[in-house]
């Protein structure tokens, strides 16, 4: 019903920046909220950013200051601007969409993930 797509990974140098973005096509279009994961080798997933209803965003500390993620949950796009990016930001990262937030974010829908490698 819902695909999610996303684009922009790649490899660069510490200190660089990196744009992700996500579409989303099928018979849901609209959003509460959608946001970024990751997932680094032998790692948990892990939520990065999320943007919800009037634009309201959250961010996990690792990434306050550095990444910034927009969109417009109503057109069914995110994007993740990620500057100053860390060997440490090195993983998969997923695109997600939660039809209807109650109380968490909690992903319906989920991308197939992009790579993000940064090197030293």
């Known amino acids: 019903q819902v695909q999610l797509v996303e684009s922009g990974g790649g490899l660069v140098q510490a200190g660089g920046s990196l744009r992700l973005s996500c579409a989303a096509s099928?018979?849901?279009?609209?959003?509460?909220?959608m946001g970024w994961y990751r997932q680094a080798p032998g790692k948990q997933r892990e939520l990065v950013a999320i943007?919800?209803?009037?634009?309201?965003?959250n961010y996990a500390d690792s990434v306050k200051g550095r990444f910034t993620i927009s969109g417009d949950n109503a057109k069914s796009t995110v994007s993740l601007q990620m500057n100053s990016l860390k060997p440490d930001d090195t993983a998969v990262y997923y695109c997600a969409a939660d039809r209807r937030v109650i109380k968490k974010f909690r992903p319906d829908y989920w991308g197939q993930g992009t790579q993000v490698t940064v090197s030293s």
């Open positions: 099928g018979t849901i279009l609209n959003f509460d909220a």
């Open positions: 943007i919800g209803s009037g634009g309201i965003t």
